[in-house]
Every structure is written in structure tokens, then in C-alpha cells.
């Protein structure tokens, strides 16, 4: 059975309820529990947690450390490509945005991969939008073979597939495969993407599992949030984990925690998480996932970064573009203009009479930090930032 078969049959309006109901001494009882359920996590997150948010953090904090150690893993996201075939209203590589796009040829993607290589960067997470024409599976193959010996980790987070076009991005140096279902909630879904392959909820969500089937050692999942309510969001990330752990258990899992920002397109969250309630969500997912690795990336700023690595973060992005070409300028003399799908003559737009030098990035990043500026951080508040922890000789 898949997850998207399991799915249609969790009570996810019952959990919110356990959520919105729970009382002082339900979140006490949930909290002295070694073995959280799925209705312990739904109290872990709800709003008469939030009074336990210090207990939380403490007990986040320390279980973390004893099951990872005072280690960051550090990663950069390289984009390839911001063509996209799906009109998703919230991302800036939306199909109808009139934006200035570039697929980066394999030799800009390796000029892009040794610059941050040079910044300490052994952990890449490869990234572009879905668009078969312009990254198609030989191109992604011939990415990663160029790839491989400079990043020994490589994960990939692109249109999904078929297991059996997953399997040679895997022979070619892939170990991980990341995919946001973005919301949980189908009607959401259903009104946030208009066209395009991506319409199709249950072959996304099962995607973790097909990339499994093809041997990816790594696979990651995680809302967007700002579309959904957050509860109703992490209830459905956190069952889906239960899954993954349970049928995927030779894969380890990250789970993201991605909140909307702005981009082309000027789309406005329809919901809001708090600050306060992002830091109940980490502290919750970590008593009830002990094991799973937690990531934030540079949506969030500077300052609540910090608070929020000691807090069971183990996998961070730093330096961060979103753009194709970003840390190099790769790519600039190809750049075109799309428009409602259609290439559009650059005098035609609305930057006639400009000379663009960068690609249109998928969302404004919210912490410019350096990787260096990171990891000196990092080290004061005394964790190690470890930027290789994965060869491929440990599997020969």
C-alpha cells in the first residue's frame, strides 16, 4: 500500500481536533512519553503547548545532542535550470511569470559547483524547475557526472519521476532525492497549481517512495508553509515520516521547514506561522522523530537561524542563490525572457533597453550570510560545521 492510499484514510480533521482541544495535563502526558503517537505530536502542537515551549526546547535540545552530537551538516542548493512546465501560484518559476530564465549548460554547472567547492561546500542539493525540454534525464546524468568528484554528496530536488528514470541519476552519483508535497491539504492543492504535471497530488506525494525503489539512501519531504493551516500541515508531514520510517527504513529522512517568501509573481501567504509556533513545530518533530534530521535553509533570517540551530536543526544551507548561476554569473549570456510559457524577445519585455546580468532566483532569500560567516558562527556557539560527511568509498 502507498502512502497516498494510507493518506486517504488518515483522519487528519480528527487529529487537528486532538490538537485544537488538548488541555494542560493531555500536553504534560504527551511530553513524559518515550514513544510519541501521531495524537501525542497533534498535542505537542497545539496552542496549549505553547505555555511548554521552554520545557520543549530544553528536551529538543538535548535529544538532539545526544542522538546527532553538537554537529551542522552544511549544504548549498545549485540551480539548474528556472524553465518550468507548472503554473504553481506561489513560486516565482511559475509557467505565466514573465521572468528572465536560463538552463545552464553542463561545464557552467561545474564552474558553479567549484566555486562553492572552493567555499568548503562537499554537500550539494541540485535544484531546478520541471521542464522535460530543458532538463531532461540525460542532461541531470551528465550534471551529475560532472558532479560527482567534487561532491561526494549530491542530492537532487526536481520534477518527480518514474523509479525507472530515477535509477540512472542514481548510478550517476545521486544519493538523495528531496520533494515538498508543498500542502497536504488537496483543495489547496487543487486551487495552487493550474497547470502542468504537478496537478496530480497522489503521484507527487507518493514520489519519496518511488525514489526509494530506485536506491536513493536519502530522501527528504516537507510543507511549505503558508499556504495551509500549519497544523493541518505538520500532521500530514509528520504521518508521512511515520511511513517513510516504517516502509523506507534503509533510507534515512530529513524533513524540511520551508515558510513561503516573496518572489516573482508577488504571491501573499493565505496563512501565518509564527515565529514562536516554528520553534514548537521543530521542538515537536524532533521528541517525536529522534533520529530524523531537521533542515532550515536561508528563508528565514539571520538572527532567528541562530536561535533556532541549538534547538534540533541538523542540516542547514548557507551562501545561498536561487537563481541559475547565482555564484558565478553563469549562464548570463543565454538569458531569455518567458512569458505565459513563450520565449519573448528581451526589447519586447520589460527589460527593454537593460542588459540583465542574473536569472530570475525562485524566492528571496532572507539570510545573505557567507558560508565562511556561518560557519564561524557555528563554532562560537560551539557545534562543529561538518561540510563532508558522506564518501562513495564507504559503499565499495
Same mark, same amino acid.
Given at each position: 500500500m502507498s502512502f497516498a492510499v494510507e493518506f486517504n484514510k488518515l483522519p487528519l480533521k480528527e487529529l487537528l481536533a486532538v490538537s485544537e482541544q488538548a488541555t494542560s495535563s493531555q500536553v504534560a502526558e504527551s511530553l513524559a512519553k518515550t514513544r510519541p503517537s501521531l495524537a501525542d505530536f497533534a498535542r505537542l502542537i497545539s496552542p496549549a503547548a505553547a505555555p511548554f515551549l521552554e520545557t520543549l526546547s530544553r528536551r529538543s535540545q538535548q535529544m538532539t545532542?545526544? =542522538?546527532?552530537? %553538537?554537529?551542522?551538516?552544511?549544504?548549498?542548493?545549485?540551480?539548474?535550470?528556472? $524553465?518550468?512546465?507548472?503554473?504553481?501560484?506561489?513560486?516565482?518559476?511559475? =509557467?505565466?511569470?514573465?521572468?528572465?530564465? &536560463?538552463?545552464?549548460?553542463?561545464?557552467?554547472?561545474?564552474?558553479?559547483?567549484?566555486?562553492?567547492?572552493?567555499?568548503?561546500?562537499?554537500?550539494?542539493? &541540485?535544484?531546478?524547475?520541471?521542464?522535460? %525540454?530543458?532538463?531532461?534525464?540525460?542532461?541531470?546524468?551528465?550534471?551529475?557526472?560532472?558532479?560527482?568528484?567534487? @561532491?561526494?554528496?549530491?542530492?537532487? $530536488?526536481?520534477?518527480?519521476? /518514474?523509479?525507472?528514470?530515477? =535509477?540512472?541519476? &542514481?548510478?550517476?552519483? @545521486?544519493?538523495?532525492?528531496?520533494?515538498?508535497?508543498?500542502?497536504?491539504?488537496?483543495?489547496?492543492?487543487? /486551487?495552487?497549481?493550474?497547470?502542468?504535471? %504537478? =496537478?496530480?497530488?497522489?503521484?507527487?506525494? /507518493?514520489?519519496?517512495?518511488?525514489?526509494?525503489a530506485a536506491g536513493f539512501r536519502r530522501l527528504g519531504i516537507g510543507a511549505l508553509y503558508g499556504l495551509s493551516q500549519w497544523r493541518l500541515e505538520a500532521l500530514a508531514v509528520a504521518a508521512h515520516a511515520q511511513y517513510l520510517l516504517r516502509e523506507c527504513w534503509k533510507s534515512t529522512l530529513t524533513i524540511s521547514l520551508p515558510r513561503l517568501r516573496p518572489c516573482a509573481g508577488e504571491f501573499e501567504p493565505l496563512t501565518h506561522m509564527a515565529d514562536r509556533e516554528l520553534v514548537q513545530l521543530i521542538c515537536a518533530l524532533r521528541l517525536t522523530f529522534p533520529d530524523v534530521g531537521l533542515v532550515l535553509s536561508t528563508r528565514e533570517n539571520p538572527k532567528l537561524r541562530n536561535g533556532l540551530i541549538p534547538l534540533g536543526i541538523t542540516l542547514i544551507s548557507a551562501g545561498s542563490h536561487t537563481e541559475p548561476g547565482g555564484y558565478t554569473g553563469a549562464g548570463r549570456e543565454h538569458l531569455h525572457v518567458t512569458e505565459r510559457g513563450r520565449i519573448v524577445d528581451l526589447d519586447a519585455s520589460e527589460w527593454a533597453g537593460t542588459k540583465p546580468t542574473s536569472a530570475t532566483g525562485q524566492f528571496q532569500i532572507a539570510d545573505e550570510r557567507s558560508a565562511a560567516e556561518v560557519a564561524e558562527l557555528l563554532r562560537n556557539l560551539g557545534y562543529e560545521p561538518v561540510w563532508k560527511d558522506w564518501d562513495t568509498a564507504l559503499a565499495s
Amino acid at each position: 500500500m502507498s502512502f497516498a492510499v494510507e493518506f486517504n484514510k488518515l483522519p487528519l480533521k480528527e487529529l487537528l481536533a486532538v490538537s485544537e482541544q488538548a488541555t494542560s495535563s493531555q500536553v504534560a502526558e504527551s511530553l513524559a512519553k518515550t514513544r510519541p503517537s501521531l495524537a501525542d505530536f497533534a498535542r505537542l502542537i497545539s496552542p496549549a503547548a505553547a505555555p511548554f515551549l521552554e520545557t520543549l526546547s530544553r528536551r529538543s535540545q538535548q535529544m538532539t545532542r545526544q =542522538r546527532f552530537g %553538537k554537529v551542522i551538516r552544511l549544504f548549498a542548493p545549485l540551480y539548474l535550470s528556472n $524553465e518550468c512546465i507548472n503554473n504553481c501560484r506561489y513560486c516565482g518559476f511559475s =509557467r505565466d511569470n514573465p521572468i528572465l530564465r &536560463v538552463t545552464l549548460t553542463v561545464d557552467e554547472v561545474r564552474r558553479e559547483a567549484q566555486a562553492l567547492v572552493k567555499e568548503g561546500f562537499r554537500n550539494l542539493l &541540485v535544484v531546478s524547475g520541471e521542464h522535460p %525540454k530543458f532538463v531532461s534525464g540525460s542532461y541531470l546524468v551528465d550534471c551529475l557526472s560532472a558532479l560527482r568528484e567534487m @561532491a561526494p554528496s549530491v542530492s537532487l $530536488e526536481i520534477g518527480p519521476m /518514474e523509479t525507472e528514470a530515477y =535509477r540512472p541519476l &542514481v548510478r550517476a552519483g @545521486a544519493d538523495g532525492l528531496v520533494v515538498y508535497q508543498e500542502t497536504y491539504d488537496r483543495a489547496v492543492y487543487d /486551487e495552487m497549481h493550474t497547470a502542468g504535471p %504537478k =496537478r496530480n497530488f497522489d503521484w507527487r506525494l /507518493e514520489t519519496p517512495e518511488r525514489a526509494y525503489a530506485a536506491g536513493f539512501r536519502r530522501l527528504g519531504i516537507g510543507a511549505l508553509y503558508g499556504l495551509s493551516q500549519w497544523r493541518l500541515e505538520a500532521l500530514a508531514v509528520a504521518a508521512h515520516a511515520q511511513y517513510l520510517l516504517r516502509e523506507c527504513w534503509k533510507s534515512t529522512l530529513t524533513i524540511s521547514l520551508p515558510r513561503l517568501r516573496p518572489c516573482a509573481g508577488e504571491f501573499e501567504p493565505l496563512t501565518h506561522m509564527a515565529d514562536r509556533e516554528l520553534v514548537q513545530l521543530i521542538c515537536a518533530l524532533r521528541l517525536t522523530f529522534p533520529d530524523v534530521g531537521l533542515v532550515l535553509s536561508t528563508r528565514e533570517n539571520p538572527k532567528l537561524r541562530n536561535g533556532l540551530i541549538p534547538l534540533g536543526i541538523t542540516l542547514i544551507s548557507a551562501g545561498s542563490h536561487t537563481e541559475p548561476g547565482g555564484y558565478t554569473g553563469a549562464g548570463r549570456e543565454h538569458l531569455h525572457v518567458t512569458e505565459r510559457g513563450r520565449i519573448v524577445d528581451l526589447d519586447a519585455s520589460e527589460w527593454a533597453g537593460t542588459k540583465p546580468t542574473s536569472a530570475t532566483g525562485q524566492f528571496q532569500i532572507a539570510d545573505e550570510r557567507s558560508a565562511a560567516e556561518v560557519a564561524e558562527l557555528l563554532r562560537n556557539l560551539g557545534y562543529e560545521p561538518v561540510w563532508k560527511d558522506w564518501d562513495t568509498a564507504l559503499a565499495s
